[in-house]
């Protein structure tokens, strides 16, 4: 079984910076593609950043240019690097892995709990 776990949520001026950090544990062999969405009170999920296993990245435009995902393999953590926030960034931010496990080699698809990213003066 395969946990998600995100953190590094919180309360931030507009113009302020967070990192957000996606961390992987349990029986795992790979950690592929992983994608971070948040979902705004009233508003439909929507994807933030993408990285895939060869470290390729795509962002969405709201943010592009702002916010930079990156990962450590080593530790099978994916961040996301947010500079420049508004309120609008304001949601709840979400990581979404594709891990594959040890023993059976099978591709299980994994959501982290969320975290709260509340920009505001």
């Known amino acids: 079984q395969v946990q998600l776990v995100e953190s590094g949520g919180g309360l931030v001026q507009p113009g302020g910076s967070l990192r957000l950090s996606c961390a992987a544990s349990?029986?795992?062999?790979?950690?592929?593609?992983v994608v971070w969405y948040r979902q705004a009170p009233g508003k439909q999920r929507e994807l933030v950043a993408v990285?895939?296993?060869?470290?390729?990245?795509n962002y969405a435009d709201s943010v592009k240019g702002r916010f930079t995902i990156s990962r450590d393999n080593a530790k099978n953590t994916v961040y996301l690097q947010m500079n420049s926030l508004k309120p609008e960034d304001t949601a709840v931010y979400y990581c979404?892995?594709?891990?594959?496990?040890?023993?059976?080699?099978?591709?299980?698809?994994?959501w982290g709990q969320g975290t709260q990213v509340t920009v505001s003066s």
């Open positions: 979404n892995a594709d891990v594959v496990t040890m023993g059976t080699m099978t591709h299980e698809n994994s």
């Open positions: 349990g029986n795992i062999f790979s950690v592929n593609d």
């Open positions: 990285i895939t296993s060869g470290g390729s990245t």
